[in-house]
């Protein structure tokens, strides 16, 4: 029996990290990021938690909600999208608040470093945003254009699942 216990947690971590990829990958290239990779990383929880204790559940709650809650305010003031709010919210049911700190700082360090080469000349390397024209090349046209921080939520993510092989 622990056998398949450790292979349900091995499937849904992997889950995890399937979700992640796609979703960065996604905003990456569309700058856009479905809501069925944080569906399938919520699920893929529900799938890990089950039969765990009540407190890694309640936990994984409260952290989402927490982010959910500061993820609308970001997204009121025009700061992350909505499907940033949504891929945060669900990896925090992963983090619980034990390694939402890992999560957040990873994210933060990804996104400023995405954020320091859209403004360099690598932005040149980045894709554009999908129905925009190209618009000018200097510093305050490149500060106005969005940034997929997705990617950057994607890898905080990463981190998390990382992390889960090694409870696993």
Do not use: Q
Request: aromatic share 8%; proline share 6%.
């Amino acid at each position: 029996m622990p056998y398949a216990a450790h292979l349900i947690d091995w499937l849904a971590v992997f889950a995890l990290l399937a979700a992640l990829i796609a979703a960065a990958i996604s905003d990456g290239i569309t700058y856009l990021i479905p809501n069925r990779y944080a569906a399938v990383i919520a699920i893929a929880f529900a799938v890990y938690a089950a039969g765990k204790p009540l407190a890694l559940w309640l936990h994984g709650f409260e952290a989402a909600a927490l982010l959910l809650a500061v993820g609308v305010l970001l997204f009121d003031r025009g700061i992350l999208g909505g499907g940033d709010v949504k891929l945060m919210t669900a990896i925090a049911l992963w983090t619980g608040f034990d390694a939402l700190p890992l999560m957040l700082v990873v994210t933060g360090f990804a996104g400023g470093a995405l954020a320091l080469a859209h403004l360099s000349p690598l932005h040149r390397l980045m894709p554009a945003r999908p129905g925009t024209a190209p618009g000018g090349n200097d510093l305050r046209s490149r500060l106005r254009r969005p940034i997929p921080f997705g990617v950057a939520i994607a890898l905080g993510g990463v981190c998390i699942a990382l992390t889960r092989f090694t409870v696993a």
